[in-house]
């Protein structure tokens, strides 16, 4: 199975953009969706981009995601960033060959 | 309101066995795949185990193959997973989620909607 590889954390002040990627280890980042998830402390996940780029309905639009096959990545941008953003991200996509799942790490974003 | 509540949680031995149950309201069950996710204590989130929408296809993680088994009753909005032989490394927060809907079809590489979790504690 591959591994996806996310940074343990970022920081960025209010109203600023930060990114967050999301390295695939092997094959391509483009052979499987990718999936990102929030997780406030003492919350359980939600979902806030499908399908590398898509956003669930009621998930703002300052979520967005995208995927960079040069570098087999994924990434979460988020611009206006409020405090309430400040949560651990995750990213997710699965091995269609074995029939698995895979998370990233996960990235604690502070915002300060 | 489309919801997940786990149950069945606890503290058991090393070497023991535990069954988990998830109950679904507020959807359609027997149309989704489900799942569960796994959280040790300050670490992040691990997939477990899918479970197709008839209950006749499963998936495990390396970690639990051969001692956990999901399964479903569909009739009763449920999705179960018994786990055997535990191990310290089992504890953690078990999380049942609903396998992703996108243009009204059904699929199992996402999850667009999770419960609150059970807290199972393996410790002698």
């Known amino acids: 199975n591959f591994m996806l590889t996310q940074p343990h954390s970022v920081s960025e002040s209010p109203g600023k953009t930060v990114t967050i990627s999301c390295t695939r280890s092997?094959?391509?980042?483009?052979?499987?969706?990718v999936q990102w998830y929030q997780q406030r402390p003492g919350s359980s996940p939600t979902i806030v981009i499908y399908?590398?780029?898509?956003?669930p309905s009621g998930v703002p639009d300052r979520f967005s995601g995208s995927i960079d096959s040069s570098s087999n990545s994924a990434s979460l941008t988020i611009s206006g960033l409020k405090t309430e953003d400040e949560a651990d991200y995750y990213c997710?996509?699965?091995?269609?060959?074995?029939?698995?799942?895979?998370f990233g790490g996960g990235t604690k974003l502070t915002v300060l | 309101e489309v919801q997940l509540v786990e149950s069945g949680g606890g503290l058991v031995q090393p070497g023991g066995s535990l069954r988990l149950s998830c109950a679904a309201s507020?959807?359609?069950?027997?149309?989704?795949?489900m799942h569960w996710v796994r959280q040790a204590p300050g670490k992040g989130l691990v997939w477990v185990s899918y479970?197709?929408?008839?209950?006749?296809?499963?998936s495990y993680a390396a970690s639990v193959k051969g001692r956990f088994t999901a399964s479903r009753d569909n009739a009763k909005n449920t999705l179960y997973l018994q786990m055997n032989s535990l191990s310290v490394e089992d504890t953690a927060v078990y999380y049942c989620?609903?396998?992703?809907?996108?243009?009204?079809?059904?699929?199992?590489?996402?999850?667009?909607?999770w419960g609150q979790g059970t807290t199972v504690t393996v410790s002698s």
């Open positions: 989620a609903r396998g992703i809907s996108v243009g009204g079809q059904y699929y199992y590489y996402g999850m667009d909607v």
């Open positions: 507020g959807f359609s069950f027997s149309t989704y795949w």
């Open positions: 479970i197709n929408r008839d209950g006749s296809s499963t």
């Open positions: 092997s094959g391509s980042i483009a052979s499987n969706f």
């Open positions: 399908e590398d780029n898509e956003r």
């Open positions: 997710q996509s699965y091995d269609s060959s074995n029939h698995v799942l895979v």
